[in-house]
């Protein structure tokens, strides 16, 4: 199977940056959409950046501007640089792909552990 393994959270001040990283691995055959969710405090789980194969990225509203999203295909990682952040950023940031693990095999959704974020003001 799929395994994505997040790193680069942790406690900044407001205004800061972070840059987090996404590593896939395990048996992939495609990898196709990957994206970067977060579940705050109210546990909703929210999208925040996305990025096809091709390179095209959406943004949630409240992070465009300030965040920005990439990808490499080779290492299969994808990336998402967070500047100016806010309190509001605070929460479990999780990777997130759709990927054929082999041939033959349908589109599944994979999702990381997560990694914390917190912005303190």
């Known amino acids: 199977q799929v395994l994505l393994e997040e790193s680069g959270g942790e406690s900044v001040q407001a205004g800061g940056s972070l840059r987090l990283s996404c590593a896939a691995s395990g048996t992939i055959l495609s990898l196709g959409r990957m994206a970067w969710y977060r579940q705050g405090p109210e546990n909703r789980r929210e999208l925040v950046a996305s990025?096809?194969?091709?390179?095209?990225?959406t943004y949630a509203d409240s992070v465009k501007d300030r965040f920005t999203v990439s990808r490499d295909n080779v290492e299969l990682t994808v990336t998402l640089q967070m500047n100016s952040l806010k309190p509001e950023d605070t929460g479990t940031y999780y990777c997130?792909?759709?990927?054929?693990?082999?041939?033959?095999?349908?589109?599944?959704?994979?999702w990381g552990q997560g990694t914390p974020v917190t912005v303190s003001s």
């Open positions: 997130n792909a759709l990927a054929r693990p082999v041939k033959g095999s349908s589109w599944t959704e994979f």
């Open positions: 990025i096809t194969g091709g390179g095209t990225t």
